[in-house]
Every structure is written in C-alpha cells, then in structure tokens.
C-alpha cells in the first residue's frame, strides 16, 4: 500500500490519494474417491463396490459392463473423472489446485477552501478477483470445476460548505456508490456439456459449462448448479441543508432524495443436474454407464432483476437554548 498528500497551493486546494494492493495465492488439498481405470470400463470384477446386476436377471457375466451395452455419453461422462492417485481405496485421489485472491483499491480526495466555501470530492475504487478451485459442499471435489468470483465497488461523493454572513450555513452533498458481484463457472462459455454429448439447456454461452453429475460414493463432476449470477446495485443521494441562527435559535431545514436501483441475474440449474443412485443395477457408476439416471432435472430461465426505489424527505429543527445548560429541540420530518 501507499499513500500521498499535500497542498496544490496553498491554503486553497489539497489533495490525498492511496493505493493497496493484494495478491494471494494458496493451495487448496481436497481428498475424495473416483472410479478406478477398470470400473470406469466397466469392469467390476475387482471393484469393492456391489456388482452391477441386469434387472430381473443377476449379475452381468465376470462382473463386467460389455462395452456395446454402455451409453456412449455415460462412457464420456465416467472419464472425465481423473485417475486415482493414491492407494486408499475410499479415498484415492488428492488435489490441491490453486484459491486466487487478488486485490486492488484506491481513493483520491480534493478540497479547495475558498472565502466563505469548502468543496470536497472523494472517489473510492476496490476491485477484487478470486478463483475458488472447488465451489463448496456438495459439488465437485475434483479439480476443473471451480467458481470465477470478481467483485468491484465504487463510491463517489461531492460536498460544498457555503456561508453568507454570520447566520447562515448551507451544506450540499451529492453521493453514489456502485457494488457490482458475479459468481461464474469456471471457464464459463466452453461447453463441456456438448463435449461429454449432453445438451445446453440455455442458447446463452454465459450459461454453458458441465452439468452437475452425481454418482453415489463418487465425488459429483460438473459445475455448480446456482452460477452463473451477478448483481449490480447503483446508489444515488442527494441532500441539502440550510443552518440559521438567531440568538438563541439554532435553526436547521432542509430535505434528501434517495434513489436506488438493482439489476441482478440468477440462472439457477442452466445446465442441468443427473443423478445415479443404483437405483436400476444397484451401482451407481454402472447406472451411469447405462445412461440411467435416477433424477434429472434442468430449468431454461429469462427471468432478469431490475428493481429501482426512491425516497424523498424533508426536515425542519429549532434548537432553542433556554439556559447554558439546557437546550430544547422540536422538529418535523
């Protein structure tokens, strides 16, 4: 970080700025179970699992899927999981991708004192950029389908401070503050969806990635089903009060207005979620092979948020000073 200030000149204009920068970088080790270079075959001659069986009639012969009895896009799907890496049975894949967080903000500030008139300006800037490798609870403990998250915040205010004589003290002040977030998919725009031979649910290539596939005893594959989002929230304010005094009379009047408005998008399951359970072979992963799944579920959505507000106020105040230790004050708002 850093910072600079001082007079332009003197008596008359000042300025302050600053500057802080962060960069984070931290590996982030998760530990789960994927399907081991036979059973993502289709092989379960060895597996720990429970055999696969052909409804109504037993278990496939050796315990093996023959491939021309497999879903190609089950197939596709079951390989996109990476190859175990360690010799836990349970637990035998580890990862530890990269968490980002990287960070820059700013402000600047000018006043000029003039005969009788102060104006200050200030303008604020923060801007922040993490990359989360594994999207939380519930999603995919494998590393490829993690959550861009940028943020950005802006303020900016301008005040003046103006005196006519001895009784009177008008204060302006004009406010805006901007904070914008999003929460996106990792490598949002490649279909990985197509690749596998799944739909897109949505023509919007904000919304392509993979679906979230979960495979009972396996880590989920794909992406976070609540993203992509984003938000953006402008604020503005406008204010103005007028100070008099009259002997013992502090008087204050004046009024604001607020307006507000947001725009936000949620487009929540664009991509999907399959679900394998066992429910059909009493495997899971051979279920997906099959290209049987338990539940599917997918939602096309053009629901945009724009909500805009205002408020407006007005105020009168009689500060009277009945003794040096005693001050009355009534008003209306």
Same mark, same amino acid.
């Given at each position: 970080g850093a910072a600079l200030g001082g007079p332009i000149s003197k008596d008359r204009v000042f300025f302050f700025a600053d500057y802080e920068g962060t960069r984070l970088s931290e590996g982030i080790t998760r530990v789960t179970t994927v399907p081991t270079l036979a059973e993502r075959e289709g092989d379960f001659s060895q597996s720990l699992?429970?055999?696969?069986?052909?409804?109504?009639?037993?278990?496939? #012969?050796?315990?093996?899927?023959? %491939?021309? @009895?497999? +879903?190609? =896009?089950? $197939?596709?799907?079951?390989?996109?999981?990476?190859?175990?890496?360690r010799d836990d049975p349970f637990a035998n894949f580890v990862s530890s991708p990269e968490l980002v967080d990287d960070g820059d903000q700013f402000d600047t500030r000018v006043d000029y004192r003039g005969e009788g008139f102060t104006l200050t300006s200030r303008y604020s800037f923060a801007d922040r950029r993490m990359f989360e490798p594994f999207a939380g #609870?519930?999603?995919?403990?494998? %590393?490829? @389908?993690? +959550?861009? =998250?940028? $943020?950005?915040?802006?303020?900016?205010?301008?005040?003046?401070?103006?005196?006519?004589?001895?009784?009177?003290?008008?204060?302006?002040?004009?406010?805006?503050t901007r904070v914008a977030n999003k929460v996106l998919q990792e490598n949002q725009g490649e279909s990985l969806s197509n690749q596998v031979g799944l739909p897109e649910l949505s023509p919007n290539p904000r919304d392509w990635g993979m679906a979230l596939v979960t495979v009972a005893g396996f880590s989920p594959l794909g992406h976070e089903f609540n993203n992509?989002?984003?938000?953006?929230?402008?604020?503005?304010?406008?204010?103005?009060?007028?100070?008099?005094?009259?002997?013992?009379?502090?008087?204050?009047?004046?009024?604001?207005?607020?307006?507000?408005?947001?725009?936000?998008?949620?487009?929540?399951?664009a991509r999907g979620l399959l679900q394998f359970s066992g429910l059909i072979t009493q495997n899971p992963l051979a279920d997906l092979l099959l290209g049987l799944p338990t539940v599917t579920v997918g939602a096309t959505l053009d629901n945009p948020q724009d909500l805009r507000g205002s408020s407006y106020a007005a105020f009168l105040q009689d500060s009277i000073e009945l003794l040096p230790t005693l001050t009355l004050s009534g008003g209306v708002r």
């Open positions: 699992f429970r055999p696969p069986v052909i409804p109504g009639i037993g278990p496939f #012969p050796n315990n093996q899927i023959p %491939p021309f @009895f497999q +879903n190609q =896009v089950g $197939r596709n799907i079951a390989h996109l999981y990476p190859r175990p890496n #609870p519930g999603f995919s403990t494998v %590393p490829g @389908f993690g +959550n861009d =998250v940028p $943020r950005r915040a802006q303020s900016f205010v301008v005040s003046t401070n103006s005196q006519a004589g001895s009784r009177f003290l008008n204060e302006a002040r004009v406010a805006w992509p989002q984003e938000g953006k929230t402008n604020h503005w304010q406008f204010s103005d009060t007028l100070t008099w005094t009259s002997g013992h009379h502090l008087v204050k009047f004046g009024g604001e207005a607020r307006l507000l408005r947001q725009q936000a998008f949620r487009d929540v399951q």
